[in-house]
């Protein structure tokens, strides 16, 4: 697509529900990234991939958080049994290969809120 | 470990005066410099980025940014401002060599009128 689409845009919750966000990259652009950005706080990296493999799961908070992405494109991030402090907007990022040349194009993001 | 540090959590000005927005940040090793805008309800955007080269870095809606590797700073200018530059201004480093960025907290800018 044009963009970077992420959906649901916002999601409420209730505690120890499961929840998956979805993240549609721009098309042809093979390197993907999860953020979290908290109330108040900067953005937390939380997963990469190049592909469909994640080199890099070490931001991810928890055994409750996992992602995967199929067919080069699409990602989904799913929390497990949801926490009130797992309320955040979950961004997701594309670039066409792994290079600062080109900066991340991040999507509009889903506002997740845990009841 | 690398940081960036953005002391100022808002920043209000007034319509067409200048306004700099401060970034800091401690690495070990190179790194490469950039600036976000994110618009309320909305995702972050790409305003400038420092990878080599000058260190004055022009980008869009007229900010531009300098680098400078004693100070280890990266401040965020623009000479005169207008009311939808009100939003939330993020600066990044990225190590180089590694994919991650990391993101200090953000000013908010909030031009007056």
């Known amino acids: 697509g044009a963009g970077v689409s992420q959906s649901p845009s916002n999601k409420v919750t209730e505690k120890g529900k499961d929840v998956e966000l979805r993240c549609d990259p721009i098309?042809?652009?093979?390197?993907l990234y999860w953020y979290r950005q908290s109330l108040g706080q900067g953005l937390e990296f939380l997963i990469y991939?190049?592909?469909?493999?994640?080199?890099?799961k070490s931001g991810l908070p928890s055994d409750r958080f996992s992602a995967e992405r199929t067919g080069g494109s699409v990602s989904t991030l799913t929390i497990q049994r949801t926490q009130q402090e797992d309320s955040a907007v979950y961004l997701c990022?594309?670039?066409?290969?792994?290079?600062?040349?080109?900066?991340?194009?991040f999507g509009s993001g889903t506002r997740l809120t845990v009841v | 470990a690398q940081s960036v540090t953005q002391l100022d959590s808002q920043v209000p000005v007034f319509e067409e005066a200048p306004v700099e927005l401060r970034c800091n940040y401690s690495?070990?090793?190179?790194?490469?410099l950039f600036w976000y805008v994110q618009y309320p309800n909305q995702g972050l955007q790409l305003l400038l980025k420092?990878?080599?080269?000058?260190?004055l870095v022009k980008g869009i809606n007229g900010f531009e940014a300098e680098f400078n590797k004693s100070q280890t700073s990266f401040h965020l200018r623009k000479p005169s401002v207008h009311i939808s530059d009100t939003a939330e201004y993020f600066c990044?480093?990225?190590?180089?060599?590694?994919?991650?960025?990391?993101f200090g907290t953000g000013t908010r800018l909030k031009v007056l009128a």
């Open positions: 690495s070990s090793v190179s790194v490469y």
């Open positions: 991939f190049q592909g469909n493999s994640a080199p890099d």
């Open positions: 990022a594309s670039t066409p290969i792994v290079s600062p040349n080109y900066g991340y194009t």
């Open positions: 420092y990878l080599s080269g000058s260190t």
């Open positions: 098309s042809g652009h093979t390197a």
């Open positions: 990044a480093v990225s190590p180089s060599g590694t994919y991650k960025y990391i």
